[in-house]
Nanobody
């Protein structure tokens, strides 16, 4: 079975850093685009960024550019989201997801993790 398991969430102060991990199994990891999404209470799930399957191209939503960095280790079947300069507006449940193409629409992603909570205090 395909499984995506996020970890690394928690509570951090404004300006702090946090590194999320997503471990994948049951799929050809190196063939998939890996994306990160987030959902705040009462709001829609929104695209954060993604990394291409076979090369290092990344894309991010404007609100996190320069602060967040996505990387992947195909040998470990793991994708990372390094977050710096965190703001209260970044508070949300963060999800990793796998897609066959580089997209920002959640409907294009085939598999999803359970999510991990990130809370940024003022």
């Amino acid at each position: 079975q395909v499984q995506l398991v996020e970890s690394g969430g928690g509570l951090v102060q404004t300006g702090g850093s946090l590194r999320l991990s997503c471990a994948a199994s049951g799929l050809p990891f190196s063939s998939y685009v890996m994306g990160w999404f987030r959902q705040a209470p009462g709001k829609e799930r929104m695209f954060v960024g993604a990394i291409a399957a076979n090369f290092g191209m990344t894309g991010y939503t404007d609100s996190v550019k320069g602060r967040f960095t996505i990387s992947r280790d195909n040998a470990k079947n793991t994708v990372y989201l390094q977050m710096t300069g965190l703001k209260p507006e970044d508070t949300a449940v963060y999800y990793c997801a796998a897609a066959r193409a580089f997209k920002a629409d959640s409907r294009d992603y085939d598999y999803w993790g359970q999510g991990t909570q990130v809370t940024v205090s003022p």
